[in-house]
């Protein structure tokens, strides 16, 4: 092989490099990080009111480990823990112009009680195969926001995710919502 020739096969074994490097890796810290985008309400016909919502969310996280898998309901995800739900949301009435934290309660004709209705909810398992497991998207959740039991009505809703190192990201708010 020629010097020349060499040259030029060592430029094109650089220039490939070059190129492959170029592709951007995404890097986001390893606590998630969440963003409000949207939030509407869903009317229903039947009922002739309000009584569901979409939130729409942004999220990143540099490690990935965002979500659940069906089984994982051992400790720290059992049922009872607090991290049994990885989406966790709360739900605010404006009662005579002051925001509170209320529980949505609806009847249970089975037991003949009234049960706690949580819109907290379990994302499934998002992490990305490869080697960059740094993740990035929108998040949908559809739940039930009227509360039968209430004559308040405006709501304002607070968002968090944690990831399955139990890290806890930002918390977004909703703007005040009128059902």
């Not at 002739?48 to 540099?62: K, M």
Request: charged share 20%; glycine share 6%.
């Amino acid at each position: 092989m020629r010097l020349s020739s060499k040259i030029q096969l060592f430029l094109v074994i650089l220039l490939i490099a070059g190129f492959g490097s170029c592709k951007k890796v995404e890097k986001f810290p390893d606590i998630p990080r969440i963003e409000y985008m949207s939030f509407t309400s869903l009317y229903n016909p039947d009922l002739e009111i309000f009584d569901r919502g979409v939130l729409r969310f942004s999220f990143e996280d540099g490690d990935g480990d965002i979500g659940l898998n069906n089984g994982d309901t051992l400790p720290p995800f059992n049922p009872s823990s607090k991290y049994h739900y990885n989406l966790i949301i709360t739900y605010f009435e404006m009662q005579n112009g002051e925001l509170k934290e209320v529980p949505i309660l609806w009847f249970n004709p089975q037991t003949e009680q009234y049960d706690t209705l949580t819109l907290s909810a379990r994302i499934p398992n998002l992490t990305p195969q490869g080697i960059n497991k740094a993740i990035s998207g929108e998040i949908q959740d559809t739940m039930f926001i009227y509360n039968f039991n209430s004559v308040y009505d405006t709501i304002k809703l607070e968002a968090f995710i944690v990831d399955r190192a139990l890290n806890e990201s930002n918390t977004i708010s909703t703007p005040l919502i009128v059902r």
